[in-house]
T-cell receptor
Framework: EPEVTQTPSHQVTQMGQEVILRCVPISNHLYFYWYRQILGQKVEFLVSFYNNEISEKSEIFDDQFSVERPDGSNFTLKIRSTKLEDSAMYFC????????????FGQGTRLTVV | AQSVTQLGSHVSVSEGALVLLRCNYSSSVPPYLFWYVQYPNQGLQLLLKYTSAATLVKGINGFEAEFKKSETSFHLTKPSAHMSDAAEYFCAVSDRGSSNTGKLIFGQGTTLQVKP
């Protein structure tokens, strides 16, 4: 069964450092997403990506964040200068395209900023 | 802005008992509605979804949910809980409309505990 894969599963980084979270969406999917879940809080939308550009982003997704689909298979989330409050579980998701189709989620990357 | 409310952050039931997890949405136009489950150290898995067909939706693992427009609700039920149902459950919505990107708005989540 096709699945969304994320690497690494855990990432510890020092405050101010850049991190790149990687995702491989399901191959025939067209829409890609990043969500985050701060410990004990709800899952929050960060950004959606379609046709090689951002289609929507939340207020959380400020200039410190960027996304890229560099090679047609990987989908990355970069945080340029991490803050303590960026510590969270980050989920990548992908879907075929229509809003009512299922979004498939990866297992997440737990980012800890120290 | 669209919002989702899940009443009860923790629900505890005995094995074999009815499971009822509550979800209410805020928009006046019924959105697409989803229930996801998250087992420990795993990602989110779709249980079921409501788009615009039957108001009673059946999902995996014996779960079902009923869309009630008059109550703006989409509560999740299972007639008989199993120990393996212990997990975190998230209700989510996605707006209809041509500009929709498929973004999901999640509720706070409900932890289901199943006691032997």
């Amino acid at each position: 069964e096709p699945e969304v894969t994320q690497t690494p599963s855990h990432q510890v980084t020092q405050m101010g450092q850049e991190v790149i979270l990687r995702c491989v969406p399901i191959s025939n999917h067209l829409y890609f997403y990043w969500y985050r879940q701060i410990l004990g809080q709800k899952v929050e939308f960060l950004v959606s990506f379609y046709n090689n550009e951002i289609s929507e982003k939340s207020e959380i997704f400020d200039d410190q964040f960027s996304v890229e689909r560099p090679d047609g298979s990987n989908f990355t989330l970069k945080i340029r200068s991490t803050k303590l409050e960026d510590s969270a579980m980050y989920f990548c998701a992908s879907s075929l395209g229509q809003p009512n189709t299922e979004a498939f989620f990866g297992q997440g990357t737990r980012l800890t900023v120290v | 802005a669209q919002s989702v409310t899940q009443l009860g952050s923790h629900v505890s039931v005995s094995e074999g008992a009815l499971v009822l997890l509550r979800c209410n949405y805020s928009s006046s136009v019924p959105p697409y509605l989803f229930w996801y489950v998250q087992y420990p150290n795993q990602g989110l898995q779709l249980l079921l979804k409501y788009t615009s067909a039957a108001t009673l939706v059946k999902g995996i693992n014996g779960f079902e949910a009923e869309f009630k427009k008059s109550e703006t609700s989409f509560h999740l039920t299972k007639p008989s809980a199993h120990m393996s149902d212990a997990a975190e459950y998230f209700c989510a919505v996605s707006d209809r409309g041509s500009s929709n990107t498929g973004k999901l708005i999640f509720g706070q989540g409900t932890t289901l505990q199943v006691k032997p």
